[in-house]
């Protein structure tokens, strides 16, 4: 694909229909038949992803008129030298239109906001079950960041927690 056909921009709440389509892809991809339904996707997304209130941004991909992926982020504080940390949540490019350079696109948009809006780092993380993506990501010169643990509370346990039981 050439650079010219691919574009990358904001999400807003006019593609609405276009992002609850590669959300539920995404969750197809990642979930199978525990994904929400393309009903209950497209719901979510316009009470709660492309909204004033929302917390995260969308970076749509686009070629001719058609979205090709996607990336969710978010900028944090604090990060060192009071700057920002531009987070990637989710990078997804649906399979038919994968090895594009469309990921790629995305992933060199996302740098350069956090660069334009002051971000002295740029974080995502990988499951260690999906080699293709941490391959992905070392291709493209990313640094593995080994000093760093993942936690979460999820379910029942971030409930518990909650509640203070």
Known sequence: MSDAALSCRLATAA????????????DLHYWGDKAPSADAMAAHIRDHVL???????????????KALG??????????????????????????????RGIGMTLMRVLAKLAVERGCVR????????????????????????????????????LKDFAAGE
């Not at 909204?51 to 008129?65: F, N, S």
């Not at 391959?135 to 509370?153: C, S």
């Open 122 to 157: 740029f974080d995502w993380t990988a499951e260690d079950s999906n080699p293709v993506a941490m391959a992905f990501y070392e291709r493209i010169g990313a640094r593995r960041v080994t000093q760093k643990v993942y936690y979460r509370f999820d379910g029942d346990a």
């Open 51 to 65: 909204t004033e209130a929302a917390k995260v941004e969308v970076l749509l991909a686009e070629a001719e008129g």
């Open 70 to 99: 996607f990336a969710t982020f978010a900028v944090l504080y604090p990060a060192p030298d009071l700057g920002g940390q531009l987070f990637l949540k989710d990078l997804f490019v649906p399979d038919e239109a994968r090895s």
């Open 15 to 26: 593609d609405h229909a276009a992002v609850a389509e590669l959300f539920y892809l995404c």
